[in-house]
C-alpha cells in the first residue's frame, strides 16, 4: 500500500470507485482507494441498478446525464461488460398535476439536454402490453434511461482507474483522520498510515461514523428500502423467446412504485410511507452485504396497486426481497463538495440514487478537487446546504420524509412538514396569529403569505382523484383545514399574495427577515481582506452599505452580501438564509494567515425586520430615536437607532423597491421592535407580508438571486452585475478571469422578460426559452407583478436576443407563451422609491 497519495479515497462502493476513476482520469494517477470489505459490500450490491434521469433539480439532472453517457463507454474502456441495457423508462400520471409536473420537468430537461418523450395511454399500452392503462392520461419515457449491473459498473470503473494509475486496497479499514500541521492529512488504517493533501469520504452508510473522526456532522442516515422480484411469469418468457424487446422500466408515479422485468419475472420497487430510518449510529463493525428482514405488510398497498396495474405482478410468486439501506439525506439530494470546515475535505456521500449519480458526481467532484472549482453550478447538492440544526433527531424525522416522498408531486411551492416548527423567530406566534401560512427554510420558519383568519379551503377545493400518496396541500393540525394548494398553475393564495404586494406599494408592509445569514468580519487587515476579496469597493464612510459579490476564480458568482461599514475595522455582511454555512465556510476558507482579520456568524443573535412602503417612513419616525428623513438617513446608508428601549442597526435598504428599511436588532427584543411597529403603523395600514410577496415584488426590480440569475456557471458580467463589479479598486478574486472574459465575449445575457398571453401558469424558472424553435436560453425566475400587472422571467439568453424588443418564446407547462425583452426593472426603473 503507498504511504502518500495526493488523494485517498474511503469507501469502495460505486461512489468512492467513481471518484477515484474521476480523480485518475484527470491526472492523479498516484491517488488510492481503501475499502474496508470488498468493492460493492456496503450498499452497491443490493442496488436495483436503475438509472433514472428524472430529476427536478438543475445540478442532480446534469449529474445523472453524465452519468448514463459515461456508462456507456465504460465497456470499451475497461473491457468489461456492466450490463447496461437502455430499455427506456415510461412514468405514468394519472392526474393533471401530475402531467404539470411532467410538463415543467420536460423544460428542465430540454434546458440541460436529456430527451424526454410523451406517450399516450395507448403508446404505453404497446411498449408494456402487460400494463392495464386504465385511468392513466399521459405519460413521459426517457429513451437514454434503462438500468445497469451495480457490481460489474464499479469492477469497471476500478480497473479503469487501476489502468490510469490509481491504487485500490481492499480489506482495509480506515480507523482516524488526523490533520498534521503542514496541512496534509494522515489517514490511518489497520494496514497502515498514508499522507495525503486530500480525502474524499464516500462511506454510505457509514457517513456519520467517518465524519465523527474528524468532527463533523454528515447529514446522512439511511431508510430502509425494500424490492421484491418473482419468479418467471409465462408471458414475458414467451415474450423472450419471440426475441421481443424488454418492456422497460415502468414507473406509475401516483401509486409510488417501480418496475422492471428481471430474469423472466418482475421487479417491484415500492416508496412506501413508514419505511424506518437505520444506521443511525453506523452499520456494525462487521458489516457486509447486509440486508434487513424482509416487512411486506409495509408494502401491502403498493402490492395492491402493481397488481391492478400489471395483473402478471400478482400472477408470478416472490422469488426474493431485498430489504437494504438506502443513504438518505433531509432533502433527498446527495451531499457532493467541500466539507464544512475543513480544508482538502471532501464528501461524496447520501446517495440515494448512488448508481444513478456515481459518475457525474466522481467527475465535478474531481474537477472541484483538481482545479478548485467545478464546472456546473453544484449548490443543490453542496455539503454546505444544511446547518448545524440538522442532528440525529432531524435527520431521522426529515429523512424518512425525503424518502416517503420520492413519488410524489414535486411542486415548486411544496412545503414539508417533518421536524417542523424547528428554528422559530421571537415573532413567530405573533405571525401566526396574524394568518401566516409559513415555509421552512434552512430550518427556520419563515411566513411565506398570510391567510384572512376565517380563511380555510373546502372540501370541493381540496377534491382530487384516488391517488395513494399525493397530497396537495400541507398536512395541519388536529382541527385545522388546509390553507394552501401546492400547484405549477397559481393557486388559491395568489390573490392573497397580491393583496400584500398591494399593500407594501400603497401603505407599508413589515416582513420577519431574520433568517437571513449574518456575519461580522473586523480586525486591521478586514478592508484590505474584504477589497481582495469581493467585487465592489469596500465603503470608506462608517454608515454606508453596498451590494458585493464573491467571485469564482473564474469570474462566475458565488456570494452576494450587502456589506455595511459599522465602525472604522468592523464589517456587517448579510446574505441569504439557506446559504449560511456556505458563505460563513467559502469565506472562512479565503482568510489570511496573518490573524489579522476574524469572522464571526451572528446569525442566530441577531433577527431582521423589513419594513417597506411609502409609508415606512412615517411609521419608523413615530417609534425612532433619531431624524429618519431623507437628509438624515439617505437610501444605502445604515444607522444605530433605538425603538421604544431596543437599540438596533437600521440599514436603508430592502429587496422589494419601495422605500424601505432593514432593522437588524438583538433577536431576544424582537417582539418589543414589532409591537412598536405594528401599533406605529396601524394607522398608516401596517400589514406583515410574506416570502411570496417579496419574490414578485423581487422580480419586477430584476433583482436576482444566487442559485437562480447568479451562478458559479454565469461570470458576472453575463449575469447583470457591472455596477456592482469595480475593476479599477486593484485586484480581487476572479477579476483576471472576468477580463479574460470580456475579451473572448460572453455566451449569455440576462434579461427580464414580459411574457405575454398567460391566463393560470406564469414561468418557475428552468423554463426552455426558444427562437423559431431553437434553444437560446433558460428561465431563471418568473411570476406574476401585482404593481405592473404582467407575468415576468427573468432569463439568461444568447447575447444577440437580448436587445430591447427582442422576442423569443418560453415553453411554460407544454404550452408556447410569447415573451418580449422588456427594459430591467419594470417597476420604477429610475429607483425613485428607493430614493425618495
Ligand atoms: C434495495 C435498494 C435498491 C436500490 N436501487 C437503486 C437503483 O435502482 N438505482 C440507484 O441509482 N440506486 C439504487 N439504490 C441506492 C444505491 O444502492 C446507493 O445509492 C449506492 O450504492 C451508494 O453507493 P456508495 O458508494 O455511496 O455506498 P456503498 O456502496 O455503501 O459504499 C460505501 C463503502 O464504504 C466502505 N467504508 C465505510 N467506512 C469505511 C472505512 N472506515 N474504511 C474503509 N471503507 C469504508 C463500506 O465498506 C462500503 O463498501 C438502491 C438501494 C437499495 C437499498
Same mark, same amino acid.
Given at each position: 500500500m503507498r504511504t502518500h497519495a495526493r488523494a485517498v479515497v474511503i469507501g469502495g462502493g460505486v461512489v468512492g470507485v467513481s471518484t477515484l476513476y474521476h480523480l485518475a482520469r484527470k491526472g492523479w494517477s498516484d491517488s488510492v482507494l481503501v475499502e474496508r470489505r470488498e468493492l460493492t459490500s456496503g450498499s452497491t450490491w443490493h442496488a436495483a441498478g436503475l438509472l433514472p434521469l428524472f430529476n427536478l433539480s438543475y445540478s442532480v439532472g446534469q449529474i445523472h446525464k453524465y452519468s448514463v453517457a459515461l456508462y456507456g463507454t465504460l465497456e470499451q474502456e475497461s473491457g468489461l461488460d456492466v450490463g447496461l441495457r437502455k430499455v427506456s423508462n415510461i412514468r405514468l400520471a394519472r392526474t393533471r398535476d401530475r402531467m404539470d409536473e411532467y410538463h415543467y420537468y420536460a423544460g428542465?430537461?430540454?434546458?440541460?439536454?436529456?430527451?424526454?418523450?410523451?406517450?399516450?395511454?395507448?403508446?404505453?399500452?404497446?411498449?408494456?402490453?402487460?400494463?392495464?392503462?386504465?385511468?392513466?392520461?399521459?405519460?413521459?419515457?426517457?429513451?437514454?434511461?434503462?438500468?445497469?449491473?451495480?457490481?460489474?459498473?464499479?469492477?469497471?470503473?476500478?480497473?479503469?482507474?487501476?489502468?490510469?494509475?490509481?491504487?485500490?486496497?481492499?480489506?482495509? %479499514?480506515?480507523?482516524?483522520?488526523?490533520?498534521?500541521?503542514?496541512?496534509?492529512?494522515?489517514?490511518?488504517?489497520?494496514?497502515?498510515?498514508?499522507?495525503?493533501?486530500?480525502?474524499?469520504?464516500? %462511506?454510505?452508510?457509514?457517513?456519520?461514523? %467517518?465524519?465523527?473522526?474528524?468532527?463533523?456532522?454528515?447529514?446522512?442516515?439511511?431508510?430502509?428500502?425494500?424490492?421484491?422480484?418473482?419468479?418467471?411469469?409465462?408471458?414475458?418468457?414467451?415474450?423472450?423467446?419471440?426475441?421481443?424487446?424488454?418492456?422497460?422500466?415502468?414507473?406509475?408515479?401516483?401509486?409510488?412504485?417501480?418496475?422492471?422485468?428481471?430474469?423472466?419475472?418482475?421487479?417491484?420497487?415500492?416508496?412506501?410511507?413508514?419505511?424506518?430510518?437505520?444506521?443511525?449510529?453506523?452499520p456494525s463493525a462487521d458489516s457486509e452485504y447486509e440486508l434487513f428482514p424482509e416487512d411486506l405488510d409495509r408494502l401491502a398497498p403498493h402490492i395492491e396497486t402493481a397488481i391492478a396495474r400489471v395483473p402478471a405482478f400478482g400472477e408470478a410468486g416472490v422469488k426474493k426481497v431485498y430489504n437494504g439501506a438506502i443513504a438518505y439525506t433531509p432533502d433527498g439530494s446527495p451531499i457532493v463538495g467541500p466539507a464544512p470546515g475543513l480544508k482538502n475535505f471532501w464528501l461524496n456521500e447520501g446517495h440515494s440514487f448512488g448508481v444513478t449519480a456515481a459518475g457525474g458526481a466522481g467527475w465535478q467532484l474531481a474537477e472541484w478537487i483538481v482545479d478548485g472549482e467545478p464546472t456546473i453550478d453544484m449548490l443543490g447538492v453542496d455539503p454546505r446546504r444544511f446547518g448545524a440544526y440538522a442532528e440525529t433527531g432531524y435527520l431521522i424525522e426529515k429523512n424518512e420524509e425525503a424518502y416517503a416522498r420520492v413519488f410524489t408531486v414535486h411542486y415548486p411551492d411544496e412545503e414539508r412538514v417533518a421536524a417542523r416548527p424547528l428554528r422559530q423567530t421571537p415573532c413567530y406566534g405573533r405571525m401566526k396569529a396574524l394568518g401566516a401560512v409559513f415555509g421552512s427554510i434552512y430550518g427556520w420558519e419563515r411566513p411565506n403569505w398570510f391567510a384572512p383568519l376565517d380563511y380555510a379551503l373546502s372540501e370541493a377545493?381540496?377534491?382530487?382523484?384516488?391517488?395513494?400518496?399525493?397530497?396537495?396541500?400541507?398536512?395541519?393540525?388536529?382541527?385545522?383545514?388546509?390553507?394552501?394548494?401546492?400547484?405549477?398553475?397559481?393557486?388559491?393564495?395568489?390573490?392573497?399574495?397580491?393583496?400584500?404586494?398591494?399593500?407594501?406599494?400603497?401603505?407599508?408592509?413589515? *416582513?420577519?427577515?431574520?433568517?437571513?445569514?449574518?456575519?461580522?468580519?473586523?480586525?486591521?487587515?478586514?478592508?484590505?481582506?474584504?477589497?481582495?476579496?469581493?467585487?465592489?469597493?469596500?465603503?470608506?464612510?462608517?454608515?454606508?452599505?453596498?451590494?458585493?459579490?464573491?467571485?469564482?476564480?473564474?469570474?462566475?458568482?458565488?456570494?452576494?452580501?450587502?456589506? %455595511?461599514?459599522?465602525?472604522?475595522?468592523?464589517?456587517?455582511?448579510?446574505?441569504?438564509?439557506?446559504?449560511?454555512?456556505?458563505?460563513?465556510?467559502?469565506?472562512?476558507?479565503?482568510?489570511?494567515?496573518?490573524?489579522?482579520v476574524r469572522i464571526d456568524k451572528v446569525t442566530t443573535q441577531r433577527g431582521v425586520l423589513v419594513l417597506a412602503g411609502p409609508r415606512s417612513r412615517e411609521v419608523l419616525s413615530k417609534v425612532a430615536d433619531i431624524d429618519v428623513s431623507n437628509q438624515a438617513f439617505p437610501w444605502l446608508t445604515a444607522r444605530r437607532l433605538s425603538i421604544r428601549s431596543a437599540g438596533l442597526i437600521a440599514m436603508r435598504?430592502?429587496?422589494?423597491?419601495?422605500?424601505?428599511?432593514?432593522?437588524?436588532?438583538?433577536?431576544?427584543? *424582537?417582539?418589543?421592535?414589532?409591537?412598536?411597529?405594528?401599533?406605529?403603523?396601524?394607522?398608516?395600514g401596517i400589514k406583515p407580508f410574506g416570502i411570496r410577496a417579496m419574490d414578485s415584488l423581487r422580480l419586477e426590480k430584476s433583482y436576482k438571486l444566487v442559485g437562480r440569475e447568479l451562478s458559479i456557471e454565469y461570470a458576472a458580467l453575463e449575469s447583470g452585475l457591472e455596477r456592482f463589479v469595480d475593476f479599477d479598486?486593484?485586484?480581487?478574486?476572479?477579476?483576471?478571469?472576468?477580463?479574460?472574459?470580456?475579451?473572448?465575449?460572453?455566451?449569455?445575457?440576462?434579461?427580464?422578460?414580459?411574457?405575454?398571453?398567460?391566463?393560470?401558469?406564469?414561468?418557475?424558472g428552468s423554463e426552455p426559452v426558444t427562437k423559431d424553435g431553437v434553444m437560446v436560453g433558460r428561465t431563471t425566475s418568473g411570476g406574476y407583478g401585482w404593481r405592473t400587472g404582467k407575468s415576468l422571467a427573468l432569463a439568461m439568453v444568447k447575447p444577440e436576443l437580448s436587445n430591447i424588443g427582442s422576442e423569443v418564446d418560453v415553453r411554460i407547462l407544454g404550452e408556447t407563451r410569447r415573451a418580449v425583452v422588456v427594459p430591467d426593472s419594470p417597476y420604477d426603473p429610475k429607483n425613485a422609491a428607493l430614493r425618495q
Open positions: 428542465v430537461a430540454a434546458t440541460i439536454g436529456v430527451t424526454v418523450k410523451f406517450l399516450t395511454p395507448q403508446e404505453v399500452k404497446e411498449i408494456w402490453p402487460l400494463c392495464n392503462v386504465d385511468g392513466i392520461i399521459g405519460a413521459i419515457q426517457h429513451p437514454e434511461d434503462g438500468y445497469i449491473q451495480p457490481a460489474d459498473l464499479t469492477q469497471a470503473l476500478a480497473r479503469a482507474a487501476r489502468e490510469r494509475g490509481a491504487e485500490i486496497n481492499r480489506h482495509t %479499514t480506515v480507523i482516524a483522520i488526523e490533520r498534521r500541521p503542514s496541512g496534509e492529512w494522515k489517514v490511518a488504517t489497520d494496514k497502515g498510515d498514508i499522507v495525503c493533501e486530500h480525502v474524499v469520504s464516500a %462511506t454510505g452508510n457509514f457517513a456519520r461514523a %467517518t465524519g465523527r473522526m474528524v468532527g463533523i456532522n454528515v447529514p446522512v442516515i439511511p431508510v430502509q428500502h425494500q424490492y421484491i422480484v418473482t419468479e418467471a411469469h409465462p408471458e414475458i418468457v414467451a415474450r423472450k423467446a419471440k426475441g421481443l424487446p424488454e418492456m422497460g422500466v415502468l414507473r406509475e408515479s401516483d401509486s409510488s412504485w417501480y418496475m422492471r422485468e428481471e430474469a423472466g419475472g418482475l421487479l417491484l420497487g415500492p416508496y412506501e410511507k413508514g419505511a424506518p430510518a437505520c444506521y443511525v449510529d453506523g377545493d381540496l377534491a382530487k382523484p384516488d391517488v395513494l400518496l399525493n397530497e396537495n396541500h400541507p398536512a395541519v393540525g388536529p382541527g385545522e383545514r388546509p390553507r394552501e394548494k401546492w400547484s405549477f398553475r397559481r393557486s388559491n393564495y395568489f390573490d392573497f399574495v397580491g393583496a400584500e404586494c398591494r399593500n407594501v406599494h400603497d401603505n407599508v408592509g413589515l *416582513q420577519d427577515m431574520s433568517a437571513f445569514a449574518k456575519l461580522e468580519v473586523s480586525g486591521p487587515g478586514a478592508e484590505g481582506w474584504l477589497n481582495s476579496i469581493l467585487t465592489n469597493r469596500i465603503p470608506k464612510a462608517v454608515g454606508r452599505v453596498t451590494l458585493t459579490y464573491l467571485l469564482t476564480s473564474r469570474g462566475g458568482v458565488r456570494a452576494e452580501f450587502t456589506l %455595511t461599514r459599522i465602525a472604522p475595522e468592523r464589517f456587517y455582511l448579510v446574505s441569504a438564509g439557506a446559504l449560511e454555512a456556505h458563505d460563513f465556510d467559502t469565506m472562512e476558507k479565503l482568510l489570511p494567515a496573518d490573524m489579522s435598504v430592502n429587496f422589494v423597491g419601495e422605500l424601505g428599511y432593514e432593522l437588524h436588532h438583538p433577536i431576544e427584543m *424582537q417582539n418589543t421592535i414589532f409591537d412598536a411597529l405594528m401599533a406605529a403603523g396601524a394607522v398608516f479598486k486593484g485586484p480581487f478574486l476572479g477579476r483576471d478571469a472576468l477580463v479574460t472574459w470580456c475579451g473572448k465575449g460572453f455566451e449569455n445575457k440576462i434579461v427580464t422578460l414580459e411574457v405575454q398571453g398567460v391566463s393560470d401558469a406564469d414561468a418557475r
